[in-house]
């Protein structure tokens, strides 16, 4: 089974922020797919669908950013899904907004929620998408602006990124990930 985790903050003061990309992009493909996360475990909202090349979970940790990871580890556990098969959809403020990068292990870069899987996974050799939300302008806490919903402006580029998340998921359920990886970093 291919587990595809959303990260962000539940509750309705954080939706359709930039900390919640990871969710967004969570609801989309549920959308897609026509399915809605209405089952829970281990502190997540989840749904397992049945796609062609086998079964794929979507989850939605309810835990908060940064305990992100005592939902995934336990969940991984218990259906016990390897390592190699979890994608990680989240925010990334090095990345200027709506970019996209793929990669496959790396550090948490200072993001609070993949210290939280790194540190409940034991490894930071797992697969990822990160979506650029850009850096707070000069003088605005980190905090707070992860926080804020994005721009009229930017909100178009942000649409795009999600669905661009999206295709690189269902690319990944049947390539390899280095090929969707070079097929979406730019």
């Given at each position: ?5 959303g ?5 309705k003061?954080?939706e359709?922020t ?32 049945h ?35 979890i ?22 870069g ?16 797992f ?14 806490k ?9 721009s ?9 990124a ?25």
């Open positions: 089974m291919k587990l595809i985790v990260l962000g903050n539940p509750g003061p954080y359709n930039k900390h919640n990309i990871g969710f967004n992009v969570i609801d989309e493909l549920a959308k897609e797919w026509g399915v809605t996360l209405n089952l829970s475990k281990f502190k997540g909202q989840y749904v397992t669908v796609r062609p090349k086998g079964k794929v979970m979507l989850v939605k940790p309810l835990t908060y950013m940064n305990l992100s990871g005592e939902c995934i580890g336990p969940l991984m556990d218990y259906f016990a899904i390897d390592i190699e098969d994608i990680v959809v989240y925010d990334d403020l090095d990345l200027e907004t709506g970019k996209l990068r793929l990669r496959q292990k790396g550090s948490a200072g993001h609070n929620g993949i210290k939280s899987l790194i540190q409940h996974l034991g490894t930071q050799q697969n990822r998408i990160r979506v650029g939300v850009n850096r707070p302008p000069a003088g605005m980190v905090a707070d602006y992860v926080l804020s919903k994005f009229k402006e930017e909100q178009p580029i942000v649409d795009e999600v669905e661009k998340s999206v295709k690189a998921l269902q690319d990944a359920l049947s390539q390899p990930f280095i090929e969707v990886m070079n097929k979406y970093n730019g």
